[in-house]
């Protein structure tokens, strides 16, 4: 098993910054790829941007340039950096790792509200 627990999420003002965290825990060393995803009301989750174990990232089109995943030394935490954040950035920010031959967790969310 991998539990995830998000941490970070507040409210800001346009063009601010934020930077969450996910822990992960338990058979960590089973884990190929962390994720972040959103969800906004009324819409679907949609992908973020996610870091494969070798190191590799990939970004949603409209975080690309603002947005910046990483992970720590020990890979039990993943950020994701957020900068110049816009109200379209207002969402619940989840974090996913796929681990094992075809298994995923989840966190339980955290809230990102962008608003002056």
């Known amino acids: 098993q991998v539990q995830l627990v998000e941490s970070g999420g507040a409210l800001v003002q346009p063009g601010g910054s934020l930077r969450l965290s996910c822990v992960a825990s338990?058979?960590?060393?089973?884990?190929?790829?962390v994720a972040w995803y959103r969800q906004a009301p009324g819409k679907e989750r949609e992908l973020v941007a996610s870091i494969m174990t070798g190191g590799s990232t990939n970004y949603a089109d409209s975080v690309k340039g603002r947005f910046t995943i990483s992970r720590n030394n020990a890979h039990d935490t993943v950020y994701l950096q957020m900068n110049n954040l816009e109200p379209e950035d207002t969402a619940v920010y989840y974090c996913?790792?796929?681990?094992?031959?075809?298994?995923?967790?989840w966190g339980q969310g955290t809230q990102v509200t962008v608003s002056s």
């Open positions: 996913n790792a796929a681990w094992g031959p075809e298994w995923d967790s």
């Open positions: 338990g058979n960590i060393f089973l884990i190929n790829a």
